[in-house]
């Protein structure tokens, strides 16, 4: 009943100080602003319509965005033009390739993406590639696990912004990062070690 009632949702909380053997802090957390997102089972309309309103919020940089996600993304907001790149003809001649239903979506799709040209890509403003590079993260994260949109350089009139519209942007919050600080720089680093930031992972 407990695992069933109850959701788990991590988030990030300052690690240990470090301190010298006269009680000097060598090792300390420095918080820094951040912005969250924590899927509950958001649908991809929901999510797009929330990393729209985000990105009118907040800078967001676009250069982990990839060509492929550049695709998917034009796929998501055209549509129409998306389905006119597959004709009956080639429609009739995948059917004959697969049998499977999945693996017959899986080729169009596939041919999709293949039949979108650079023109079309170029139709992406750079606010398009703010919203996707928020979507992507969004769309890329597991269920009920917060992540961080933003969690470097967020100034304090951005984290104001969001938190005043936090009703308005599902899944979205505001909370505090942690990152380490060394007192006395790279010295002493190779004996204390270090940890990873949240876009290395562990």
Do not use: C
Request: cysteine-free; aromatic content about 8%; charged content about 30%.
């Amino acid at each position: 009943v407990q695992r069933t009632e109850e959701v788990l949702v991590d988030s990030s909380v300052p690690r240990g100080k470090v301190y010298d053997r006269n009680g000097n802090v060598i090792v300390d957390n420095e918080a820094q602003n951040a912005i969250t997102y924590t899927n509950t089972g958001y649908s991809q309309t929901d999510m797009l319509e929330t990393a729209a309103s985000l990105a009118k919020l907040i800078e967001k940089d676009s250069k982990k965005v990839t060509v492929r996600d550049k695709k998917d993304y034009w796929i998501i907001t055209h549509p129409d033009e998306a389905k006119a790149k597959i004709t009956e003809e080639d429609k009739k001649a995948l059917k004959k390739q697969y049998e499977d239903t999945s693996e017959l979506d899986k080729a169009i799709y596939q041919l999709t993406l293949d039949r979108i040209t650079d023109h079309d890509l170029a139709e992406l403003t750079a606010f398009d590639l703010e919203v996707l590079a928020i979507y992507r993260e969004m769309s890329a994260n597991y269920m009920f696990t917060e992540i961080f949109i933003k969690n470097t350089d967020v100034s304090d009139e951005e984290f104001a912004r969001v938190s005043e519209n936090l009703q308005s942007l599902s899944g979205i919050n505001t909370t505090t990062d942690w990152v380490r600080s060394y007192v006395f720089d790279n010295t002493l680093l190779s004996v204390l070690g270090k940890v990873t930031d949240s876009n290395e992972g562990l």
